[in-house]
Each structure stands twice: as C-alpha cells, then as structure tokens.
DNA sequence: GACAGGAAGTTGTACATACAACTTATAACC
DNA sequence: GGTTATAAGTTGTATGTACAACTTCCTGTC
C-alpha cells in the first residue's frame, strides 16, 4: 500500500510550505467547513471519508483555539478561523504549485484522475 | 490534499480485507524488512518515506510481539513474524484485486504510475 | 589510543486516525 | 405526549505519524 507513502511525502511536503500556519488536516476540515452549507461532524467526516471520532478530536483542538464554533447541527468558521484559512490559503496554493510542476500536467492530472476514481468506487458506508 | 483522502480510504479498505491479521503499515514494514538485507530502522525509513521515530515506535510494537529481531544494523524478521507476514499475503492481494477491480486497469495504472512520480520528485531528504 | 563528528536509535510531546462502547439529542410512531 | 429507534457526538484505548531533543554507537583523524 503505497497510498500511505503517497500521503506522508505530500503532507510533509504541504506542511512544509504551511510554515506552521496549521496542519494540513486542519486546513482542509476547515475549507470543507467554509463550503458547506449547515456543516456538522458527521457531514465533514462523510465528506472528507474521516471516522466521525476523528473528527471530533480535530474539531475539539480547533474549538479551544477559537477557529471554530457551534454544536450540533451549525457549525461555524468563526472570524478568527476565516482569517487563519485566508492566510493559510496562499501557501497551500504554493504547495499545490510545487507539485504540479514537480509531476508535470499530465502526471498531475492522472494522479488527481485516480484520487478522484477511487473516491468514487468506494463511497462512504459502502467500504 | 486528497491525498490522506485516498490513503484513508485504502487503509480501511485494505485493514478490512487484513480481518484482524495485522495493520497494514505494519504490514508493509515487514514486507521491506523481509527483501531488504542488512536492513535497519534507519534503511526502512528512508525507503518508506517514513521518520525514523515512527519506524522505531512500529519496530518496537512488532518486537514486543515477536515478529522482529535484532538492533542496529541486523533487524530480522522472525520466524513467526514469517509466518503471519505468509497468512496475511492472500488477503493483501484479495485488496490489491479489489482495487484494481473497482478502479480498471487504465486508472490502477495511473495511480501507481502517479504515486511513483511522486515518490521519484520527492527523494527522502530533499523534501 | 583519544577525541570529535556524524549516524542510528530512543524519548517527550502533540496531532491524526479509527474501532468499540457509551451518552445524548432528535425524530418517528403509537 | 410518551416511548423507542436512530443519528450525532464523546470517551477509552491503541496505533500511526513526525518534530525536537537527547543518548549511544561507530568511524575517521590525529
């Protein structure tokens, strides 16, 4: 299972170009967040394919930092975590920069391709 | 970054083909160890793009165990570590067609064509 | 052979991840 | 409106992951 070598040479790589903005997971909880419309645990950790207690604990580090707030059935990006995200935000673009020109478009754009094909073959619940 | 996305979900899936066998970072660290010689802590992090802290939490689990042997310079799997590594193989590849099945031969392709590219532009230490 | 430098390994701390079991809140049904 | 079933969330436990700092061992140099 090279998929979880794939995933620790790109996180050390994104975390990298983060500058100790935040971890990457947290970002993408957040961003997640940001897109949803009525955001719950449940509905981030079906979104991003994460086991609900997993969730939980990220949401709860980010909660008692002020990132996030609201319970069941609202959660929110507070002010505090918008402003963390839209800092964040560039370098992740250069992360994403970096690896593009790394593999090249079409390298890029088969592994995107594939992360994508196996989202779809394996939905949530059907694992 | 997906990528944690994907290896998400090919940990449960593959961990649920395992059935309790082993977990598959272990897995895969026994898997190097065994066609690996004169294999060390140091030579399975570097060849797994994993830290050397890691790799020596996950070595002192499986020696506890049993399954592994020996320190600096001469870590061996065991006889019994052999023996589970051999029971745990079929349902490592009953995962590996499962994969392949669900994706097609054009996207299993693209996957690991695009995870070796990724793992060629980041060589350990020039991350 | 002594010493210095670097490689290998361990430990403290923190976050990521998930399964099992539990609690709590919501909704469906009567 | 009360009961129950289900969804949502938390907590206990275990592993995975890595950075920083430390210890230990080996090797090259004099």
């Known amino acids: 299972m090279s998929a979880r ?3 620790r040479i790109l996180t ?4 990298e ?9 947290q970002f993408g909880l957040l961003q997640m967040m940001e897109h ?3 955001c719950t645990q449940a509905g981030l ?3 991003l394919y994460m086991d609900k207690t997993t969730v939980s604990r990220d949401v709860a580090v980010m909660k008692k930092r002020g990132w996030v707030e ?6 929110r990006v507070t002010p505090i975590g918008r402003r963390l995200l ?3 935000m560039p370098h992740w673009q250069r992360a ?5 020109k790394a593999l090249g478009d079409d390298e890029w754009q088969a592994l995107f391709a594939a992360m994508r094909a196996v989202g779809a073959f394996f939905p949530v619940g059907a694992v």
């Open 5 to 7: 070598r794939l995933a």
């Open 12 to 15: 050390r790589m994104y975390a």
């Open 17 to 25: 170009e983060m500058e100790g903005h935040m971890e990457p997971a």
């Open 36 to 38: 949803m419309q009525h």
């Open 45 to 47: 950790a079906n979104a």
């Open 70 to 75: 609201g319970g069941r059935g609202g959660l």
């Open 86 to 88: 839209a800092d964040a």
């Open 96 to 100: 994403q920069k970096r690896l593009r």
